[in-house]
């Protein structure tokens, strides 16, 4: 099970409903795919898997998962030599671990990395949080008080995660007939002036331009709104 995401858009709630879960060993923030994955060439070569192996030793949020690198290197040895499959021996000795036959991970913007994720686990399950980017941007500011960017890097960083969101979500359903995740509300709404969804379709989705000017424009009161209202139910 696979969690990514947006900071600040639940990914950590999953995570620890998913941890819970009585057959479910969660990690978080391995940052795999991000920070490790192509990074050491080859890994049948045995000097590129060391450099691997004491990148993982060395990393602080592996450290926090005690992993065993002599047992993670002989075990590896003895199958494909590739990094999902490293990956998933890590994965698997901390659930053998915690006593549970199944494990996930939570790391942020692992939607990024998708195709090489199906890829290597053809029958992983992925969680791709979206959050109100209204919501979302008023806790961001909430947590570090200063974003890089302003509203305008906040508004093309949610675009950026619907789009991954809707690109996997249909690749996904076409391979294996999984329903796709709604992000849009189920109840239309009106197409803006001069948007192709007013005369094309009407299509409860707006247009990429329309909904980033929507965003634009409300985002920079959204965390005096909602310190006011609290945030919106979605």
């Known amino acids: 099970i696979f969690v990514g995401g947006l900071d600040r858009t639940g990914t950590s709630l999953i995570y620890a409903l998913l941890a819970s879960h009585p057959n479910i060993a969660m990690t978080r923030r391995t940052n795999w795919w991000t920070y490790f994955y192509g990074r050491f060439g080859d890994l049948a070569d045995a000097r590129n898997l060391e450099r691997c192996l004491d990148a993982m030793r060395r990393y602080r949020r592996h450290q926090k998962l005690a992993p065993d690198i002599d047992a993670l290197r002989e075990a590896f040895r003895a199958g494909e030599q590739s990094y999902g499959r490293l990956f998933a021996l890590l994965e698997a000795q901390h659930a053998a671990r915690e006593g549970k036959r199944r494990w996930g991970d939570k790391s942020l913007h692992t939607e990024r990395h998708a195709d090489l994720v199906f890829d290597h686990f053809p029958d992983a399950r992925f969680i791709h949080m979206v959050r109100d980017p209204r919501d979302r941007y008023a806790s961001v500011l909430r947590r570090w008080k200063r974003v890089r960017g302003g509203v ?31 992000i849009w509300p189920a109840h239309p709404r009106p197409a803006s002036a001069g948007c192709a969804s007013s005369s094309a379709s009407r299509s409860s989705r707006p247009c990429s331009r329309c909904a980033a000017r929507k965003i634009s424009g409300r985002l920079a009161t959204a965390h005096t709104a909602s310190s006011r209202r609290g945030p919106s139910r979605l």
């Open 152 to 182: 305008g890097a906040a508004t093309a960083a949610w675009l950026s995660s619907v789009r991954l969101a809707r690109a996997t979500s249909n690749a996904t359903r076409r391979a294996t007939g999984c329903c796709a995740t709604r």
